[in-house]
C-alpha cells in the first residue's frame, strides 16, 4: 500500500479556492504526523503546514495562515490543504510528507502534485 498518495492540484484561476488532499495508508495516519511543503519553481521546498495525530495544526514560515487550513479527516484517513484566495506564489509542486514529530523534517514523501495559478 503507498503510504501517500497525493491527488488534487492542477490549474486555478487567482482568488478562487484550491484543495489538494493526501491519503494516508492506515498505520501512517495513525501514528504519523503530517504534513504540506510547497516548492516554487526555482526555489527550495518550504513547510507550509503540518498537523498531528490529535489535529493540532502549525504552519510554516511563508506567510499563509490566513488562506492555508490543513485539516484531518480520520473516516478517510486523509489530510487535506484548503488554499483560499489562490495568488499567483502560490503556484508551484506542493507535496505531502510524514514529518518528525515536532519538525519540519520529512521522514517520506508523496509524489507531489503541480499548482498553476492563472489570473
Known amino acids: 500500500q503507498v503510504p501517500l498518495m497525493q491527488s488534487g492540484g492542477g490549474s486555478a484561476q487567482a482568488g478562487g479556492p484550491l484543495r489538494l488532499a493526501c491519503k494516508a495508508s492506515?498505520?501512517?495516519?495513525?501514528?504519523?504526523?503530517l504534513g504540506w511543503f510547497r516548492q516554487a519553481l526555482g526555489q527550495e521546498r518550504e513547510g507550509v503546514a503540518r498537523?498531528?495525530?490529535?489535529?493540532?495544526?502549525?504552519y510554516g514560515g511563508v506567510p499563509v495562515k490566513d488562506r492555508f487550513t490543513i485539516s484531518r479527516d480520520n473516516a478517510e484517513t486523509t489530510v487535506y490543504l484548503d488554499i483560499n484566495n489562490l495568488q499567483a506564489e502560490d503556484s508551484g509542486w506542493y507535496y505531502c510528507?510524514?514529518?518528525?514529530?515536532?519538525?519540519?523534517?520529512?521522514?517520506?514523501w508523496g509524489l507531489g502534485a503541480r499548482v498553476t495559478v492563472s489570473s
Open positions: 498537523i498531528d495525530t490529535a489535529g493540532i495544526a502549525t
Open positions: 492506515t498505520s501512517v495516519y495513525r501514528y504519523e504526523r
Open positions: 510528507a510524514a514529518v518528525v514529530c515536532g519538525t519540519w523534517r520529512p521522514k517520506y
